[in-house]
């Protein structure tokens, strides 16, 4: 499989991330009272819903999360 540029490095990871993260938030607010196949089938459209609608967000909000991060935090000298 090729990889990509390391220059999608930063934008790889929040992808990733948001995945994970929509995918326990799912999780949790997914209801116990299914059975398995009910719930499988209701947590994956929840969780796709989620993250499709995250991922734009997360793309926008990178660079300004670094930049905050470097406000905040001090550089090596």
Same mark, same amino acid.
């Given at each position: 499989?090729?990889?990509?540029?390391?220059?999608?490095?930063?934008? %790889?990871?929040?992808? @990733?991330q948001?995945? @994970?993260t929509?995918?326990i938030? *799912?999780? @949790?607010?997914?209801? %116990?009272?299914?059975s398995?196949?009910?719930l499988?089938?209701?947590?994956?459209?929840?969780w796709?819903?989620?993250?499709? *609608? @995250?991922?734009?967000?997360?793309?926008?909000? %990178?660079?300004?999360i670094?930049?905050?991060t470097?406000f905040?935090?001090?550089?090596?000298?």
């Amino acid at each position: 499989m090729p990889k990509l540029h390391r220059r999608f490095r930063q934008r %790889t990871s929040a992808v @990733i991330q948001s995945a @994970i993260t929509c995918a326990i938030a *799912t999780a @949790i607010a997914s209801p %116990t009272s299914l059975s398995a196949s009910q719930l499988l089938s209701y947590g994956l459209k929840a969780w796709l819903v989620a993250w499709m *609608t @995250i991922v734009p967000f997360v793309l926008l909000a %990178t660079p300004l999360i670094r930049r905050l991060t470097s406000f905040v935090v001090q550089e090596d000298p």
